[in-house]
C-alpha cells in the first residue's frame, strides 16, 4: 500500500497535447512546432517514443508514396486506388489531402537519415509496387522520434492516457486529458486547449490464431489498444466505419509481410496441390459483389476470399511459392531482410521449423480480424476536411477536427483513410497539427477549463482496480481465481471469445448474422459491467486493466456497426450471412455512430459518401 | 519468440525496462536483472535485444509453434549505422544479413522551430512545413470545391 500513499496529482499545462507518440503523434508533434513557435506542445505516450507504435520494430517499406517529382502517381490516382481497394467507401477529400502531402513527409524522412533504397538504373526510389518503396527501416522510428523530441516541449513517456477531459465552460469541447505514470503511478491532469488524439488502432480484441505464448506475435502490435477509438467515443465523437475490420493474408505462424514477395520478389501463392486458385472463386465472388469482382487490381478482401474457401473446401495448406524467386540471391536477401526489418518473428518461425523458402513453399493464413486506420481499413473517427475543397457535409470547422470542438485526430484515429500506412499517419499529424494550431490561435482569450469534480472522479475510478485487487486478494488463499474480481487478462480472453465467437472472428470463418451480433451484445454488456470489478495487482497490470477497457468499448463499436449496415460489403473481412451480398442501393454510405456516455446507448446514422468522379 | 536474459550477462542497467513498447521487461527484485514478466504479450520486436548493452536478452520462439534449436541474433551498431543479424536454423543451417540503419549522425535532424517562421499568410493556406519545396515540385496539387460527387462509380 505504500505506493498508494505516495501518489501525487501532477498537472501539466499546454497549448497542443498529443497523445500516442507513434507515426502520427510525432508527425502532429513536429508540425505543431512549426507553426506554434511559442506554443507549449505536450506529446504524451504509454510506452517511449523511440520504440512506440506500430513502427516500434522498424519497416522495410514506406507503402504511401506518391513520386509526384517524377510523375509516378498523383494524389487522385491514390484516391482511386484505396477506394476500389475499400469496395467503393473512403472519405475521399482526406485520403486525397494525404496524397498530395506525403510525399514531402517521406523526402523529410530521407534527408533526416532514413535509409532509402533506389533503383540503380533510374536513380529513383526503389519501388516495391505502385505506391510502395523500399527502405532500410530498422531505425525508422527511432529517427522519426528524434524529430518529434526535437519539436515538443516536453515529451512524457510511460503514461497511459485513460480518458479525455471536457470543458466546464462550454459543451462538447476538449480541454484535457487524464492518465497515470506506469512506473510510479501519479496521476496525471493534462490540461490543453487542443488534443490531437494519435493513439493505436486495436489488436486482441478477436481471438488470435495462437492462444499460448504465441498470443503476443498478432499481426497488429499487441500495444495497440484501441485506445485511438476508446478516447474519442467516450468523449462522445461520432465514429465512423468501424465495422470495417481488416483481415490479413500472412505468412504462417509469424504473420510475416506478403507486400515485398508478392510486388517485388514475383513470389505467387497456389493451393495443396498446386493448383492456381483464385479464378476458381470468381463466380462466387461475383454472386456476392457484382462488378466489384472485376476491378482491378482486385480488392484485399476479395483476395482473402477465395482463399478462405480454398481452404473450406479442403484444399489447404496455401503456399506461397518462392523456391523459384529465391534462386536469385539478391532476391533472397530481401526476402530475408523484409522479415528481420519488420517482422523478426517470422525469420524465428523459419529458422525453428527449418523453412527455407529456397528450398520449401511457405504457407499461407488469414489472421484473426483487427480494427485500425491506416492500413487497407479504414475505422475510426468522423472528422472534417480539408477547407479549400471538402463537400459542406464533410467540413464543420478546422480540418481533422472531430465533432467534438478541439478534438483532433490522424493515424489510426481517423475514419475513412484507408491506405495512409506509416508515411500518410505522420502526414495525416502533420495536416491535425497545423489546424490544431490555427485552432487554439483563434480561440483567444475563451479557453476550456477542466472541472475538478470530473478528474477527481476520474482519478478514483482509474486506480480503483488496484484497490479491488488489494482488498479482494486477502480473500481466498492464493492463485488466481477470486469471486470478487477479474484479471486483465481473464477479461482480455472473455472478450475474444466473444468478438470471435459472436462478431465473425476465425472460428466463425469470419461469419456472423443478426442473432450472433444481438447475443454478442448482450455479452459484451455483461463483460463491460464486470470491468468494474476488475483487480490489478500492480502498476503494469494496472494499465492492461484501462487497455482493456478501451478494447471492449471499442469493440461494442465494432459490434452496433457491423449490425448496422445490414448488406456484405467486404468479402473476405466478414460475412453477414443473413445480408449476404454487397447492397449498393441502400449501403453506398458511411455507417456512424456515438456513443451516450450517460445512458450506456449508441446512435446510428448515415452518412453520404462523395467521388471524385472517374 | 518471447524474450529471456541470460543471468550471468545482465548487470540490470534496466535500458529494456525502458524501451519495451509492452512494458513487459521488468527488474526481478530478488536477482536485480531483468526478465520478460508476460511473454504472451512480446511481439518480439527486438527493441529490448537491441537496446541491451551486455547482449544478454535473446528470444527463444514461442513455445506454442516454434520448434527448439533456432536462434535469430542482432546486433545494433549506432556509431557504424548498421544492424547484423545471425540466423541459426534448427538443423544447423545459418544465414548472416547486415542493413543500414541511418545515413545522418544521431542527434542531427533539426528542430523545426529552426527553419524560417512561416508568414501569416502561411497559416490558412494548405501547405504544409516546408512546402512547396520539400514536394520537389512546384506547388501543391489541389482539386476545386465540386470536384466531389455523390453517386455510384
Redesign the interface.
Known sequence: MGLFNRRKTVFVDSDILVIGGGMSGCGATYESRYWGRDLKIVCVEKANIERSGAVAQGLYAINCYMGMQWNENQPEDHVRYARNDLMGLVREDLGYDIARHVDSTVHKFEEWGLPMMRDPKTGRYQREGKWQIMIHGESYKPIVAEAARKAATEVYNRIMVTHLLMDKTKANRVAGAVGFNVRNGNFYVFRAKAVIVCAGGASHIFKPRAVGEGMGRTWYAPWSSASAYALPILAGAKMTQMENRIVLTRFKDGYGPVGAYFLHLKTYTQNAYGEDYEPKWYESLKAIVGDYVDRHPVPTCLRNHALLEEVKAGRGPIRMVTKEAFQDPHKETVGWENFLGMTIGQAVVWASQNIDPKHVNPELTTSEPYVMGSHATCSGAWASGPSDYAPAEYQWGYNRMMTVAGLFGAGDTIGGTAHKFSSGSFTEGRIAGKAAVNYVNDLGREQPQVSETEYEDLRKLVFQPLETYEVGRNEIVAGTVSPSYILPIHGLQRLEKIMDEYVGGISAHYTTNEPLLTRGLELLGMLKEDLAFLGAEDLHQLQRAWELHHRVLASEAVTHHTMFRTETRWPGYYYRADHAKLDDANWHCFTLSRYDLQSGKWEMEKAPVYHIID | ??TFVYMTRCDGCGHCV???????M?IDTTYRRAYN???????????CVK?CPQNAID?R????????????R?L?EEAKGT?S?K?????G?E?N?V???????????????E?A??NSEA??A?E?????E????ER??????G???????
Open positions: 519468440m518471447p525502458d524501451i519495451c513498447p509492452s512494458d513487459i521488468h514478466i508476460e511473454p504472451n504479450m512480446c511481439w518480439e520486436c527486438y527493441s537496446a528470444a520462439g514461442y513455445a506454442d509453434f516454434a520448434p527448439l534449436g533456432h536462434s535469430v542482432a545494433r544492424i543479424w540466423i541459426k536454423f534448427r538443423d543451417r544465414k544479413f542493413s543500414p540503419i541511418r545515413t545522418t549522425p544521431w542527434g542531427s535532424i533539426k528542430s523545426p522551430a527553419y517562421a512561416p497559416f490558412k494548405q504544409l512545413a516546408h512546402e512547396p520539400a514536394l520537389k515540385i501543391l496539387p489541389a482539386l476545386t470545391p470536384k466531389l460527387k455523390q453517386g455510384l462509380i
